[in-house]
């Protein structure tokens, strides 16, 4: 069975940094893509970053690029998003899913994961970024 704990989420400061975690369990992260989303309130969901399967290529939403870095820990079957420079824009909930596909499914447009067609999402962890 296929899951996700997000973990890592809280209040910090504009200009502060974070880092999201991702526990997977049910399958093995190095075979497949992995997205990690966020969504805010009274927003529809959006796609922030991405990483593929097998040959870890990573994709970032333009309003996140040179901001945030996804990795992933084989050993641990854990993915990360370090999350530096944070803004108000960047409140969100933030989850990680995937599609169990090996490749990332980009939106042109923002460089951003396309969140349709991810079938395994977990819970959520709240990012609040305030002064």
């Known amino acids: 069975q296929v899951q996700f704990v997000e973990s890592g989420g809280g209040l910090v400061q504009p200009g502060g940094s974070l880092r999201l975690s991702c526990a997977a369990s049910g399958f093995t992260l190095d075979w497949y893509a992995i997205g990690w989303f966020r969504q805010a309130p009274g927003k529809e969901r959006e796609g922030v970053s991405c990483?593929?399967?097998?040959?870890?290529?990573?994709y970032y939403a333009d309003s996140v690029k040179g901001r945030f870095t996804i990795s992933r820990d084989s050993a641990k079957n854990m993915m990360y998003l370090q999350m530096n420079n944070l803004n108000s824009e960047d409140t969100a909930v933030y989850y990680c899913?995937?599609?169990?596909?090996?490749?990332?499914?980009?939106?042109?447009?923002?460089?951003?994961?396309?969140?349709?067609?991810?079938?395994?999402w977990g819970q959520g962890t709240q990012v609040t970024v305030s002064s």
């Open positions: 990483i593929t399967g097998r040959d870890s290529s990573t």
């Open positions: 899913a995937t599609d169990l596909g090996s490749k990332c499914k980009i939106v042109q447009a923002t460089g951003a994961p396309n969140p349709e067609g991810f079938d395994y």
